[in-house]
């Protein structure tokens, strides 16, 4: 079965950092770029960043909203991408869903993890 | 930046038609896939490639596209598709979502 859990997610202060885990199983990892998305509560989706895999240099892009702040990595020993984020603001607050990216001259994402809730408060 | 514009929300009755549209600039050469959310779940993948469906989407769930304008349709719409929907594409290595689309089925 292909699955994807995240975990890490948990309160933080404005201005720490947290650092977020997605295990991957039941398919090939090491091939496969990985995506983080959010979704504040009652919001709708925002892709976060990706990271591809070792064949295409490991490359990281980010959302403007992110990029400076948050780093993705993986580990295809361990079949693992991580979310790196500092300097949290109160806006980061969101669930955190991992995803496997598709992709043949477009992308989409399947399967997705069931999230982990981050929450930036005082 | 790319914006993908969806109607907020979409009403349908029991066993109808429902379809729900997808515009952005960029469409025309691009194909946009779709997931359904449901309350408290992960969001799962029911179109791709524009037209393409997963295996275990059931057939009454279909892509379609058309100039800049990406819909998808449901056919005789069930109570278990109430959900919000999303569609989604691709644009210079940047990943963009619609706003979503809250599917009632009355």
């Known amino acids: 079965e292909v699955q994807l859990v995240e975990s890490g997610g948990g309160l933080v202060q404005p201005g720490g950092s947290l650092k977020l885990s997605c295990a991957a199983s039941?398919?090939?990892?090491?091939?496969?770029?990985m995506h983080w998305v959010r979704q504040a509560s009652g919001k709708g989706l925002e892709w976060v960043g990706r990271i591809r895999s070792e064949l295409n240099g490991y490359a990281t892009a980010y959302a403007a909203s992110v990029k400076g702040r948050f780093t993705i990595s993986r580990d295809d020993s361990k079949n693992t991408a991580f979310l790196q984020m500092n300097t949290l603001k109160t806006e980061d607050t969101a669930v955190y869903y991992c995803t496997r990216g598709r992709s043949s001259s477009t992308v989409w994402f399947d399967p997705w993890g069931q999230g982990t809730l981050v929450t930036v408060s005082s | 930046s790319y914006e993908l514009t969806q109607p907020p929300s979409v009403s349908v009755s029991p066993g109808q038609t429902a379809s729900i549209t997808c515009s952005g600039d960029?469409?025309?050469?691009?194909?946009a896939c779709w997931y359904q959310q449901k309350p408290g779940q992960s969001p799962v993948l029911v179109i791709y490639q524009g037209t393409k469906r997963p295996s275990g989407i059931p057939e009454r769930f279909s892509g379609s596209n058309s100039g800049n304008t990406a819909t998808l349709t449901i056919s005789g719409t069930q109570a278990m598709d109430e959900a919000d929907y999303y569609c989604?594409?691709?644009?210079?290595?940047?990943?963009?979502f619609g706003g979503g689309t809250k599917l009632t089925v009355l």
């Open positions: 960029k469409l025309g050469g691009e194909f």
């Open positions: 989604q594409a691709w644009d210079s290595s940047t990943v963009v």
């Open positions: 039941g398919f090939t990892f090491s091939g496969s770029a």
